[in-house]
């Protein structure tokens, strides 16, 4: 069957630490993956996809980056983070139709 | 770039009765998808109904129905008989039929059903 996995689920984390959120998906291969950010009580900004093994592309400057190791696996990444990288993280593998969102990551920075 | 547009931020309705969202979006494509998802208290995103551009037949699940005017770029839902459990932020997304298939959202609106 075709799941999405994301974690963890809550994460706090100081200002300048870094950040690594997984997201891997079963039941396929060569899945479109995409990151998007929810910022509190607003919409879904999406900030990368991926549509291959080391295909990468960024919607939107930021600090933040996304890598994509292995076909099933799409990891959202930062070296420093900062305050205003808190928010609601959602993983997304969308084919055809049909779109499968990951349970989500609240991220706190503090 | 594809732009979805939801104006309003919050909606309520009182339970059983009939309540509709509006939604617009800008595109120059011909081939689209248009989706309504409900995100409840969990943060799950939850498909409510979809909608191919190329179908003029608007589609229906059960309570909701939306209407879509192509020529307008206008695609409202309708939930009909509200109940509790359809409180919610709802978010409009558009995917084009083309290319890497990203969805873009509007940016939500907060349904509330009053008992």
């Known amino acids: 069957s075709q799941t999405i996995h994301q974690w963890p689920a809550t994460l706090v984390q100081p200002v300048g630490s870094p950040l690594s959120l997984e997201c891997t998906v079963e039941?396929?291969?060569?899945?479109?993956l995409y990151w998007y950010r929810q910022a509190a009580g607003r919409g879904l900004q999406l900030l990368f996809y991926?549509?291959?093994?080391?295909?990468i592309s960024s919607e939107v400057p930021q600090n933040l980056s996304a890598s994509r190791p292995q076909d099933r696996q799409f990891i959202l990444s930062s070296k420093k983070l900062l305050l205003s990288d808190s928010g609601f993280y959602l993983c997304?593998?969308?084919?055809?139709?049909?779109?499968?969102f990951g349970q989500g990551t609240r991220l706190t920075v503090v | 770039a594809q732009t979805v547009t939801q104006s309003q931020p919050e909606m309520s309705v009182q339970e059983a009765e009939t309540v509709t969202l509006s939604c617009t979006y800008d595109?120059?494509?011909?081939?689209?998808?248009l989706f309504w998802y409900k995100q409840p208290p969990s943060r799950q995103m939850i498909l409510v109904i979809r909608?191919?551009?190329?179908?003029?037949q608007n589609a229906t699940e059960n309570r909701f129905s939306v209407n879509f005017q192509k020529a307008a770029k206008s695609f409202s839902l309708k939930i009909s008989d509200s109940q509790l459990g359809d409180a919610a932020m709802y978010f409009c997304?558009?995917?084009?039929?083309?290319?890497?298939?990203?969805?873009?959202f509007g940016q939500g609106t907060r349904l509330t059903i009053n008992p």
């Open positions: 997304a593998w969308i084919v055809h139709t049909e779109a499968f």
């Open positions: 595109t120059s494509e011909s081939d689209y998808y």
């Open positions: 909608q191919e551009a190329y179908k003029q």
């Open positions: 997304a558009y995917r084009s039929g083309r290319g890497a298939q990203k969805l873009v």
């Open positions: 039941g396929t291969s060569n899945p479109n």
């Open positions: 991926s549509v291959g093994i080391g295909q």
